[in-house]
């Protein structure tokens, strides 16, 4: 789970985007209070995500968000 700090971390730590499956809404909102830009719905290997980010090709959906708990689906991770 991310919280408001960890959002604080993050921003401190130089990380402006954050490229990510399946996001929680209260992430998304402590990602972007924290000033992160938040890309959610991508799939794949990470160094090919961030390659197509970084050529402006990055397939993601921003509408992407978990609305669940981790623990009500087992630690089995699949939201899309």
């Known amino acids: 789970m991310i919280t408001s700090k960890d959002g604080?971390?993050?921003s401190q730590l130089g990380v402006d985007?954050?490229?990510c499956g399946g996001i929680g809404g209260g992430a998304k909102n402590h990602l972007?209070?924290?000033g992160i830009k938040v890309l959610p719905g991508a799939s794949g290997n990470a160094l090919a995500q961030v390659q197509s980010y970084i050529e402006g090709t990055l397939n993601y959906n921003?509408?992407?968000e978990?609305?669940?708990h981790?623990?009500?689906c087992?630690?089995?991770h699949h939201c899309h």
Request: hydrophobic share 30%.
């Open 8 to 10: 604080g971390v993050l």
């Open 70 to 72: 981790e623990h009500e």
């Open 62 to 64: 921003p509408e992407t």
């Open 74 to 76: 087992q630690g089995q």
């Open 17 to 19: 985007t954050v490229i």
């Open 32 to 34: 972007n209070a924290a």
């Open 66 to 68: 978990c609305n669940h």
